[in-house]
């Protein structure tokens, strides 16, 4: 997904600090845990996508395209609360044999839908606006995470981004050893179980021998070791004025909604 949607030039977000970011994004399904209401969740997923729009620079359709696999677990969530929810003050509004429609469920399949665009809206603004090399600085540096963690966490990242292109080259080579035409005399890639086992076999052991010598540059940089005094980096994270307006304008938000609504 981030790979697919990224923030446009100018974006405001971008100059917040990643961890800041990220705390606000997990933060804001953990007030909502408790709003079961459909209003208040629809208004602040309408207030997010405005801001992702206007603050991240993410296109209207990008983001939305970015939704689908969202929307696809909301509607999950709508069916089963839908035919599992009854009791107490819930009206049946609609039957198939021993299934039975209340409008509790809806309602609640409904709001907890709607929280699932909102987080997912909510991802995709931090996943657009905050750079990996970024993220990792600051988690070290305003989440004092240990500098151990953060280096490695950076190496599996880059790691896993490469993942996809060694995958098709592998796939390539084996195609030369071992081709399969088609109907037209073209060529194609193999999708037998059998030959795709061999291409993760052969990715499974370039991964490992990758992850052992970057775990040996690591380590021959003193990662390993437990030094004293202040370490640099290149880019200094720090928390901002941006991130103080970005946690204000999302709390007052959230406030002013849930109080209203």
């Known amino acids: 997904m981030s790979a697919v949607v990224v923030a446009g030039p100018g974006a405001v977000l971008r100059r917040c600090d990643p961890t800041v970011l990220l705390v606000v994004v997990v933060g804001v399904p953990l007030v909502l845990l408790r709003v079961y209401e459909p ?3 629809l208004a602040l997923w309408a207030c997010a996508v405005v801001g992702v729009v206007l603050a991240a620079r993410v296109p209207v359709r990008r983001l939305l395209l970015a939704q689908l696999p969202f929307v696809s677990f909301a509607l999950s969530l709508v069916m089963v609360n839908a035919v599992t929810r009854s009791g107490g003050d819930a009206v049946v509004v609609a039957a198939w044999g021993p299934v039975e429609v209340t409008d509790l469920g809806l309602r609640t399949g409904f709001a907890l839908g709607v929280r699932t665009l909102l987080v997912g809206v909510c991802a995709v603004g931090f996943l657009a606006t905050a750079e990996p090399s970024r993220l990792l600085t600051s988690l070290h540096q305003v989440g004092r995470l240990p500098v151990r963690v953060t280096s490695a966490l950076l190496a599996a990242h880059r790691l896993l981004d490469d993942l996809p ?3 098709v080259a592998v796939r390539r080579a084996h195609a030369v050893r ?3 035409a088609r109907q037209d005399g073209r060529r194609r890639l193999s999708t037998s179980p059998r030959v795709l086992g061999r291409v993760a076999f052969v990715l499974l ?8 010598r970057v775990a040996i540059s690591l380590e021959s940089r003193g990662l390993g070791a437990l030094r004293r005094g202040e370490r640099t980096v290149w880019r200094p994270a720090g928390v901002g004025a941006p991130d103080v307006v970005l946690v204000a ?3 007052g938000t959230l ?3 849930l109080v209203l609504l």
């Open 39 to 41: 209003a208040p969740l």
């Open 165 to 167: 292109a060694e995958w």
């Open 178 to 180: 071992e081709p399969v």
């Open 205 to 212: 052991a370039t991964s490992i021998r990758r992850a052992e």
């Open 249 to 251: 304008v999302v709390g």
């Open 255 to 257: 406030a002013a909604v």
